[in-house]
């Protein structure tokens, strides 16, 4: 991934991994339309906001209402009272989501009423709550003039989303996952040849996948071209269309990379897709509902039609009748389903709610419609094919014809005709305790607070997350802006959603949730609750809030994200698993002789890097911080025997070698590149020289192993210098020297290392060399190790020489760093970046870019604002379903949208 000076990546960082670049650069550019600004449109507008396109122009004729208040997060009683356009309410705070994008609004005409002309400017056309007669119009226009339509909405407890991206659109990556690397250990000679992974490894390649070799010894003809997987026999081979018949034999090393395939896909308009549809299935457990569904929409909007735009109404016996009675006049048309009674109450229950807003449809649906208006401008990932509905008809009222049923005039009427008077009265009177307040913390405090959660009386949230907001954050964490950075995230949420909706009652506070905390939260508060709801990102406290709520017996709703994919799971302690009845698979950790001594890839590189960032700059810093602090510190140590030597050998170095000035720090870091690129690659290749073979007469030096080439530092080149800079740099910060930035320009670093004294390369008798943990190495391993140790003089003497260095230097005030990702000024990413690249031109390995360099070394977990707000409206739902509906259907879910195809 080149990296684009343009983006910010200190806001972008997480989404930029999910992405890339060139989509961003795309959706700089691109100016987006969202036609109705309901709760589903203002939803749609923020996620798109948040990504970041150029522009969002907001249209919208209509007013505030009660109607719009629990599913638009944006709409105050304040713009109800004031009768405020929906559009000219909602695009300031919007404004406010990101800088980068511009907001902009159409209130002068009826959407219905607007030149066909005017979609032309516009690269993506969202509609909400549009007439299908109007959606058909403007979808025709898009289609002759390239734009993308998309068109959705949520009526009561049902929701659909249709794309048309044109006849040819061209998708550049179908599923946004990293390309397949994988070390070959042979191929066949054959008209269609085999490929054979190294033993004991899968490979993972499917048929239809698109490959290419590199660095396949002998057969080298083979690493020209790129390559159809053609058949996958078993996991360790697959067949490719290549003729390796008439070339040299496969000898030795090879690796070969998945290519991403260009896909072109066709889409119907949406005059012939409303008669033929291409439905996804949301749901395997109930298969026919999207056909089920789409004849209830037909049926609905023609009612509408019919009525001057009114819909059935909330509840009318009358209007049910008619809408079941038209969907069954479609579906005879069409064919879509088979008849049966639980299809018919779906459809009954549609026409019954069509009036109202679900708001976790809303929430749902805003991120899954955001996504494909993001796919539409940039084609990174597979776009809806065709038509997708969802639905909630399982907490619909028990008794359909009641009053509790009806609007009411307050702002819950949207839900209440959804869910009923009963159920929302729980939901007011609900007493919820939220663990994270981050991107899903953020969406589903919204969520709660929209649907009235602890509005009531006896209602009450209680939100916790002990960390403070970071720039980053921003770009998903829709409830912080600029300003909040650094305050705690758990009471900056909270004031926010206290916005949205004043009546509800929200205590923050930033504890962590561990059994240190079980003082403050013992069974008795977990007692008091109704449900549980983790917006966490780490296993172990997953796993701790798991264990507490199955000992309380108490609901609990687990979810998570991972780039476009999301799962949630909905734990009822009797009825459904925990959390900790399944775990994931082990990950395929790499041995510690691989990162340290042969390296393969990229990864391995930076890992390496970032484990010397570590050594330099914190461990053996901070051990002596230790030392200075207890007086008895080498006393302890000699106690403990001389296992400690590496320890006690390192902190001498250190000691022995501060740096007084910015030219000692560089001096300093010239040593380093000295000792890590050239020393360690010349005391390898002593322990193991080239031509050195096994005991079983191979070489030592074959695939997967690379033989490295020692690094003579060349002021020239830009990777070198960089490595310096930032190791200096670093240094500086450690031993609290003033750091001038001229004294790290290119030409002062140039001069000060070309006078640096390196000593010529020695081999040091019993240096250490980390080779297998097991197998045929061993021997070796266990000799160098065990002369690695130093004799009871030699230790005696170092413990004297530590004792006399600590104490000359007790008044040293010493800083260990923390690696951290996202500060550019303090030079830890430039460091693993340049000494990983470095590293990978020891061993051959093409370099990395900075973007992967931090992703890998700060543990950076890609993530964006739409599967996150997918995800929190599925936990409302399910929240919602377990607790306080009388049925309980409690499910997990998991999805991908990047993805979305029948």
């Known amino acids: 991934m080149e990296v684009d000076e343009q983006i910010d990546d200190e806001l972008y960082n997480r989404q930029r991994y999910v992405l890339g670049d060139a989509a961003m650069s795309k959706m700089s550019k691109s100016d987006v339309l969202v036609a109705g600004v309901s709760g589903l449109g203002v939803e749609i507008a923020k996620n798109i906001a948040l990504a970041g396109v150029r522009s969002i122009t907001l249209q919208d004729t ?187 034999a496969h000898t030795n090393g090879g690796i070969v990379v998945q290519v991403k395939k260009q896909v072109t896909m066709s889409f119907d308009p949406l005059s012939e897709s409303l008669k033929k549809p291409k439905l996804l299935m949301y749901d395997t457990a109930k298969p026919d509902a999207p056909a089920a569904l789409h004849c209830a929409l037909l049926a609905c909007d023609r009612l509408a039609a019919t009525r001057g735009g009114r819909g059935p109404a909330p509840w009318d016996r009358e209007d049910a009748d008619a809408a079941v009675a038209l969907a069954r006049q479609f579906n005879a048309e069409l064919k879509l389903f088979t008849e049966t009674p639980e299809l018919l109450s779906l459809v009954r229950t549609v026409a019954q709610t069509w009036a109202g807003a679900f708001q976790p449809l809303a929430a749902f649906l805003g991120g899954v419609v955001a996504q494909e208006a993001l796919k539409a401008v940039t084609g990174k990932f597979s776009p809806l094919q065709q038509w997708l509905y969802a639905d909630f008809a399982e907490v619909a009222p028990l008794e359909r014809d009641s009053p509790q049923c009806r609007p009411d005039g307050s702002r819950y009427d949207a839900q209440r005709v959804c869910v009923g008077g009963a159920t929302l009265d729980k939901l007011l009177q609900a007493k919820c305790f939220m663990v994270g307040a981050g991107a899903i913390g953020c969406e589903m405090l919204k969520n709660l607070v929209l649907m009235g959660v602890s509005a009531g009386a006896n209602g009450h949230i209680t939100v916790t997350d002990p960390d403070l907001i970071e720039k980053s954050n921003l770009n998903r964490q829709f409830l912080f802006r600029p300003s909040d950075l650094q305050k705690p995230k758990s009471t900056t949420a909270a004031k926010a959603a206290l916005a949205m909706n004043p009546a509800a009652k929200i205590t923050a506070v930033l504890d962590k949730m561990e059994p240190a905390s079980e003082t403050k939260y013992p069974d008795a508060f977990y007692g008091s609750l109704d449900a549980v709801v983790n917006a966490l990102d780490n296993v172990n406290a997953r796993m701790y809030m798991d264990a507490r709520c199955l000992a309380n017996e108490r609901p609990l709703l687990e979810s998570g994200t991972l780039g476009t994919k999301g799962h949630v799971q909905c734990i009822v302690p009797h009825i459904t698993e925990s959390y900790a009845s ?88 010239r040593l380093k590149f000295q000792s890590f690129f050239y020393n360690s690659a010349r005391h390898l290749l002593t322990a193991f020289p080239l031509d050195m073979k096994t005991k079983e007469g191979e070489l030592f030096w074959a695939s997967p192993k690379r033989a490295p080439t020692p690094i003579v530092f060349d002021p020239s080149n830009a990777t070198h210098l960089q490595c310096v800079r930032s190791t200096a740099h670093i240094f500086a ?170």
Not at 76 to 102: F, M
Not at 776 to 801: C, G, N, R
Request: overall charge negative; hydrophobic content about 40%; aromatic content about 8%.
């Open 582 to 669: 399944q775990r994931d698979p082990d990950t395929h950790d790499v041995p510690l002789c691989t990162i340290h001594s042969f390296p393969n890839n990229m990864d391995h590189c930076i890992q390496w890097a970032r484990d010397r960032f570590e050594k330099a700059f914190a461990t053996t810093v901070k051990d002596i911080i230790v030392a200075f602090e207890d007086p008895n510190f080498v006393a302890k140590t000699a106690q403990s025997g001389i296992a400690q030597h590496v320890m006690v050998h390192r902190m001498l170095k250190q000691l022995n070698n501060q740096p007084k000035t910015v030219d000692d720090c560089i001096k300093l870091a």
């Open 62 to 248: 209509v007013a505030a209402s009660n109607m719009d208040l629990s599913t638009n997060f944006f709409l105050s009683e304040a713009d109800v009272s004031a009768g405020r356009n929906r559009a000219e309410a909602c695009a300031p705070r919007l404004a406010e989501l990101n800088p980068y994008v511009k907001i902009k609004t159409e209130t002068a005409k009826p959407f219905a009423e607007l030149p066909l002309a005017y979609f032309d400017q516009f690269a993506v056309v969202v509609l909400v709550g549009q007439p299908l007669e109007v959606q058909q119009r403007v979808d025709a226009h898009c289609r002759e003039n390239k734009v993308g339509f998309l068109a959705c909405s949520v009526h009561g407890l049902m929701a659909y989303a249709f794309a048309d991206l044109g006849d040819s659109f061209i998708v550049y990556d179908t599923d946004g996952e990293e390309c397949k690397e994988l070390l070959i250990g042979g191929v066949t000679q054959a008209s269609g040849a085999i490929v054979k992974a190294l033993p004991y490894e899968r490979h993972f390649f499917e048929a239809g996948d698109m490959v290419r070799f590199k660095e396949v010894g002998g057969m080298q003809d083979l690493n020209s071209g790129v390559y159809e997987v053609t058949a996958v026999p078993n996991p360790n081979s697959f067949a490719i269309n290549a003729d390796t018949s008439k070339m040299p």
């Open 733 to 902: 910060t450690v031993y609290g020297i003033k750091v001038d930035k001229q004294l790290l320009s290119d030409a002062h670093l140039t001069k000060v290392v070309s006078a640096v004294a390196v000593a010529e390369f020695k081999p040091k008798a019993g240096k250490r060399i980390i080779t297998e943990k097991d197998g045929k190495e061993q021997k070796e391993k266990e000799e160098i190790v065990h002369s690695t140790l130093p004799t009871d003089q030699e230790w005696d003497a170092m413990l004297t020489q530590l004792t006399v260095l600590l104490d000359a230097n007790r008044s040293l005030k010493l800083n260990p760093q923390q690696f951290e990702k996202d500060d550019d000024s303090n030079g830890h990413v430039d460091f693993v970046w340049s000494v990983a690249n470095t590293r990978a031109q020891v061993y051959g390995i093409a370099p990395g870019d900075r973007v992967t360099a931090k992703r890998i070394a700060g543990n950076i977990i890609p993530a964006i604002a739409t599967t996150t707000a997918a995800v929190s409206g599925l936990v409302m739902g399910e929240l919602v379903q377990v607790k306080w509906n009388e049925f309980i259907f409690p499910s997990s879910t998991h999805f991908g949208l990047s993805h979305q195809r029948r």
